[in-house]
C-alpha cells in the first residue's frame, strides 16, 4: 500500500525553466511534509518541508505547495540550475499519537536539468 | 557530512548467509531508522529505535532484525539472505522521536548489499 506517491519517475527541464515535481499522498492522518533530494552516492538530504496548517512554504529558489483537500503537494524549483540534477523524494509523517508514526517516502522522481 | 556513519559501506555475500549493518547517528540524536532502496525504488521504511527501544515497524521482513545499544549505535541483522535482498540501506537519525516537528531526518550514505 503505497501511502506516498510519485508518479514521474523522472522529469527533464532546461535550465532557467521552472521544475515542478508532484506528489500524492493517501493518509490523511498525515500532517507534515518533506522534500529530500539525492545525489548518486549520497544519502539523502532534507531541502524543504510544510506543516498541514500551511499552504505554501517558500525557501529560496523551492516552494512547496500544498493542497490538502486533494491530498497533493508539489515542489517547484525556480530558476533550475545544473546542480539541481538529483533525484527527488516526497515524504510525509504523522503525528506521535496516531499509528502512523514514522515517515512515508515516495519512490522518487529523477530531475535532469538540461543546458 | 551529515553526521551519521555506515558500515560497512560495500558487501558482497551468498545467498543463505547473514550480515550486520551497523549505524552511529550523529552524536545526540536519540532516533534511529532503517529504510531499504532496492533498485530504482523509492526508501522503503524498515523500523525505527528511540533511545533503545523500537517505537515503529514498517516493512521489515522476519529474517531482519534491528537493535539500538545502550550507546545508540544501531545494527541492522539480515539473515538466510536472498537475492532480492540486494538493495541500499540507508540508516538515519533524528533527535526527536519522529522528527516530525522539524521533519529532517539525517541520513548516512548507505550500506549497498549484493548478494549473489
Known amino acids: 500500500d503505497q501511502q506516498v506517491k510519485q508518479n514521474s519517475p523522472s522529469l527533464s527541464v532546461q535550465e532557467g525553466r521552472i521544475s515542478i515535481l508532484n506528489c500524492d499522498y493517501t493518509?490523511?492522518?498525515?500532517?507534515?511534509f518533506l522534500w529530500y533530494k539525492k545525489y548518486p552516492a549520497e544519502g539523502p538530504t532534507f531541502l524543504i518541508s510544510?506543516?498541514?496548517?500551511?499552504d505554501k512554504n517558500e525557501d529560496g529558489r523551492f516552494t512547496v505547495f500544498l493542497n490538502k483537500s486533494a491530498k497533493h503537494l508539489s515542489l517547484h524549483i525556480v530558476p533550475s540550475q545544473p546542480g539541481d540534477s538529483a533525484v527527488y523524494f516526497c515524504a510525509a509523517s504523522a503525528p506521535l499519537d496516531s499509528s502512523a508514526s514514522k515517515i512515508i517516502f515516495g519512490s522518487g522522481t529523477r530531475l535532469s536539468i538540461r543546458p | 557530512d551529515s553526521g551519521v556513519t555506515q558500515t560497512p559501506k560495500h558487501l558482497i555475500t551468498a545467498t543463505g548467509q547473514r550480515v550486520t549493518l551497523r549505524c552511529s547517528p550523529r552524536?545526540?540524536?536519540?532516533?534511529v531508522y532503517w529504510y531499504q532502496q532496492s533498485l530504482d525504488q523509492g526508501l522503503q521504511f524498515l523500523i525505527q529505535y528511540y533511545n533503545g527501544e523500537e517505537r515503529a515497524k514498517g516493512n521489515i521482513l522476519e529474517r531482519f532484525s534491528a537493535q539500538q545499544f545502550p550507546d545508540l549505535h544501531s545494527e541492522l541483522n539480515l539473515s538466510s539472505l536472498e537475492l532480492g535482498d540486494s538493495a541500499l540501506y540507508f540508516c538515519?537519525?533524528?533527535?526527536?522521536?519522529?522528527?516530525?516537528?522539524?521533519?529532517?531526518?539525517?541520513f548516512g550514505e548507505g550500506s549497498r548489499l549484493t548478494v549473489l
Open positions: 538515519a537519525s533524528s533527535p526527536r522521536l519522529a522528527g516530525w516537528d522539524t521533519g529532517e531526518l539525517f
Open positions: 552524536s545526540g540524536d536519540l532516533s
Open positions: 510544510i506543516s498541514s496548517i500551511k
Open positions: 493518509n490523511s492522518m498525515f500532517d507534515y
